[in-house]
């Protein structure tokens, strides 16, 4: 069993209120991350808006064009 398979079986296990309480930790060491370095912030608006384009494509993909 290859360590993606055993990751998959694993994240099997958590409910959605899991997942979602990941997602918020995530959003706490992101905004920690803004303020150690301010300076990521001065980037353009279309690079977070591009970034979040592509981050979004696969699992858009997965969820409305898969079988």
């Known amino acids: 069993m290859g360590i993606i398979a055993y990751f ?7 409910s959605i209120f899991d997942i979602k ?5 995530a959003m706490f060491v992101v905004l ?3 303020k150690l ?3 990521i912030m001065n980037v353009s608006i ?4 591009a970034l979040a384009v592509l981050s979004a494509i696969r699992p858009v ?7």
């Open 37 to 39: 370095i301010p300076r």
């Open 32 to 34: 920690i991350i803004v």
């Open 8 to 14: 998959n079986e694993r994240v099997k296990r958590l």
């Open 21 to 25: 309480l990941v997602q918020l930790a």
């Open 46 to 49: 279309w690079w977070f808006a």
């Open 61 to 67: 993909r997965v969820l409305f064009f898969s079988k």
